[in-house]
């Protein structure tokens, strides 16, 4: 246990530390919510109507960005090799990084998040509940996305490549929450789409390790 | 099934079967797209949608092998993965372009046939968006496949996205039915007999006979053509080493 705790207190530090750590993520984030009515116009009726899902996908966008680096840095200096010899088994490993990964981005974007939405029109009772979709979502997110970047280690252009990869295995988190907020703004019965996130993101916690880590040997063999 | 690809995971009886059995579905492919696309010219028109029911013939085959060609790959990705198969390897590399190329077809003629009849060429339904990700899937595959230089590497990592992908897009397909729902439910093959009727019965399922053979045909010669590459590349190895 005091290996994993080891472990974590590593990789949350390496994230959070790593290029500016949430600062980056969190500033991108603020940089799209920026844009975003720009892009659209300043009319608040028609701001309102699209905040949340606004909010939300830019979350999925910001936390692509940091995944590069989840294992790449790992890797180029030949700390993945001694990773993969440790008695923790690698697939723990790859889930305690994710973890990191979601304490050090996942969980200040979360604390971002109804801002953006309440800056860009939405409900301030909707704040709640944009604050555990992010958090639930970041989950998933984070171990799907460390499929990603377990699988382009040794690429070129990995980080683009990531995101290639990744984009596609968003579609089902970003509905579900998508789906609960959007409920929840018009006053409908919003459960069922924050279940449906929570189980994927418990899917993405018990499966991705094992992608993650078979794609981790297969880089270092 | 099991006996046909245990006969052929010996490369040279696979390249002596390939060698015939290549064209053979090649000609049994344009036959059965001949008749069928007789048949289909032949049909009376739709009552409501007049001769854009035709798009039918195309489209609905080309939906139907995007995801059959998807199931091949990830099959032959798990063998390739399990028993680090060379053959299998190159089948899964040489389904890929064939699947993302019947996914383009089902997007390009569904949209074609959406204008007429939904008044749009795209809506953001679920049926269509799931395809479109099966479509971004077969993009990631292939990307990935080719930004790796080394080529086993590439090739196992290639096939742990296949197989990710394969789980994933159940899921992807159950979220956006939930999403949103425009496109209509199953209707050829369904409860209580086919929707169709049997003159436009006949062509469709003629049509994905054809394209099921010009697929097999296709693949054949594109895992023949993998096969040869890489002994060619083993060849000249063996020349710059000598």
Same mark, same amino acid.
């Given at each position: 246990?005091?290996?994993?705790?080891?472990?974590? /207190?590593?990789?949350?530090?390496?994230?959070?530390?790593?290029?500016?750590?949430?600062?980056?993520?969190?500033?991108?984030?603020?940089?799209?919510?920026?844009?975003?009515?720009?892009?659209?116009?300043?009319?608040?009726?028609?701001? /309102?109507?699209?905040?949340?899902?606004?909010?939300?996908?830019?979350?999925?966008?910001?936390?692509?960005?940091?995944?590069?680096?989840?294992?790449?840095?790992?890797?180029?200096?030949?700390?993945?090799?001694?990773?993969?010899?440790?008695?923790?088994?690698?697939?723990?490993?790859?889930?305690?990084?994710?973890?990191?990964?979601?304490?050090?981005?996942? /969980?200040?974007?979360?604390?971002?998040?109804?801002?953006?939405?309440?800056?860009?029109?939405?409900?301030?009772?909707?704040?709640?509940?944009?604050?555990?979709?992010?958090?639930?979502?970041?989950?998933?997110? /984070?171990?799907?996305?460390?499929?990603?970047?377990?699988?382009?280690?040794?690429?070129?252009?990995?980080?683009?490549?990531?995101?290639?990869? %990744?984009?596609?295995?968003?579609?089902?988190?970003?509905?579900?929450?998508?789906?609960?907020?959007?409920?929840?703004?018009?006053?409908?019965?919003?459960?069922?789409?924050?279940?449906?996130?929570?189980?994927?993101?418990?899917?993405? %916690?018990?499966?991705?390790?094992?992608?993650?880590?078979?794609?981790?040997?297969?880089?270092?063999? | 099934?099991?006996?046909?690809?245990?006969?052929?995971?010996?490369?040279? &009886?696979?390249?002596?079967?390939?060698?015939?059995? =290549?064209?053979?579905?090649?000609?049994?492919?344009?036959?059965?797209?001949?008749?069928?696309?007789?048949?289909?010219?032949?049909?009376?028109?739709?009552?409501?949608?007049?001769?854009?029911? &035709? #798009?039918?013939?195309?489209? #609905?085959?080309?939906?139907?092998?995007?995801?059959?060609?998807?199931?091949?790959?990830?099959?032959?990705?798990?063998?390739?993965?399990?028993?680090?198969?060379?053959?299998?390897?190159?089948?899964?590399?040489?389904?890929?372009?064939?699947? =993302?190329?019947?996914?383009?077809?089902?997007? *390009?003629?569904?949209?074609?046939?959406?204008?007429?009849?939904?008044?749009?060429?795209?809506?953001?339904?679920?049926?269509?968006?799931?395809?479109?990700?099966?479509?971004?899937?077969?993009?990631?595959?292939?990307?990935?496949?080719?930004?790796?230089?080394?080529?086993?590497?590439?090739?196992?990592?290639?096939? #742990?996205?296949?197989?990710?992908?394969?789980?994933?897009?159940? #899921?992807?397909?159950?979220?956006?039915?939930?999403?949103?729902?425009?496109?209509?439910?199953?209707?050829?093959?369904?409860?209580?007999?086919? *929707?169709? =009727?049997?003159?436009?019965?006949?062509?469709?399922?003629?049509?994905?006979?054809?394209?099921?053979?010009?697929?097999?045909?296709?693949?054949?010669?594109?895992?023949?053509?993998?096969?040869?590459?890489?002994?060619?590349?083993?060849?000249?190895?063996?020349?710059?080493?000598?």
């Amino acid at each position: 246990m005091s290996r994993l705790g080891t472990l974590l /207190a590593r990789e949350t530090a390496l994230a959070w530390g790593r290029g500016g750590g949430p600062l980056v993520s969190v500033g991108f984030y603020a940089g799209v919510a920026t844009l975003l009515p720009l892009a659209i116009g300043p009319e608040p009726a028609r701001l /309102a109507a699209i905040a949340p899902g606004a909010a939300w996908v830019a979350l999925a966008l910001a936390s692509l960005l940091s995944l590069d680096r989840l294992f790449e840095r790992d890797f180029e200096d030949g700390a993945l090799d001694h990773l993969a010899l440790s008695p923790v088994p690698l697939e723990l490993t790859c889930a305690v990084k994710c973890l990191g990964q979601w304490l050090a981005t996942g /969980a200040p974007l979360a604390l971002a998040a109804p801002i953006a939405a309440i800056g860009l029109g939405a409900k301030l009772d909707m704040t709640p509940l944009i604050l555990a979709c992010a958090l639930i979502g970041g989950l998933a997110f /984070a171990f799907t996305g460390g499929i990603g970047a377990a699988l382009s280690l040794g690429a070129r252009r990995g980080g683009l490549l990531t995101a290639v990869i %990744v984009l596609p295995l968003f579609v089902p988190p970003v509905i579900f929450g998508g789906g609960a907020l959007a409920a929840f703004a018009g006053g409908l019965p919003w459960p069922g789409g924050f279940i449906l996130l929570a189980a994927y993101a418990a899917a993405a %916690v018990a499966l991705g390790p094992l992608a993650m880590a078979a794609a981790c040997r297969n880089a270092l063999s | 099934m099991l006996p046909a690809p245990a006969f052929l995971t010996n490369p040279e &009886r696979f390249m002596a079967f390939s060698r015939w059995a =290549a064209p053979m579905f090649g000609a049994i492919a344009v036959a059965l797209a001949v008749v069928g696309l007789y048949l289909g010219w032949t049909a009376p028109e739709d009552y409501q949608q007049g001769a854009t029911v &035709r #798009i039918l013939f195309i489209h #609905i085959p080309a939906a139907w092998m995007s995801e059959f060609v998807y199931a091949c790959m990830a099959v032959a990705s798990l063998l390739a993965l399990v028993f680090r198969h060379v053959l299998a390897d190159a089948a899964a590399q040489a389904a890929a372009p064939l699947g =993302a190329g019947f996914t383009v077809l089902a997007l *390009a003629t569904g949209s074609l046939w959406g204008r007429p009849m939904w008044g749009t060429y795209w809506v953001w339904d679920a049926r269509l968006t799931s395809v479109l990700a099966l479509l971004l899937i077969y993009v990631a595959y292939m990307a990935l496949r080719a930004s790796i230089d080394d080529e086993t590497k590439g090739a196992r990592a290639a096939a #742990i996205l296949a197989l990710v992908g394969a789980v994933n897009l159940p #899921i992807i397909h159950y979220s956006v039915t939930w999403w949103n729902t425009l496109h209509q439910g199953p209707s050829v093959f369904r409860a209580g007999g086919s *929707a169709l =009727a049997p003159v436009f019965y006949w062509p469709a399922i003629l049509l994905a006979l054809a394209y099921m053979s010009a697929f097999g045909s296709l693949w054949l010669v594109r895992i023949r053509g993998e096969i040869w590459r890489r002994r060619a590349e083993a060849a000249a190895l063996r020349a710059a080493r000598a």
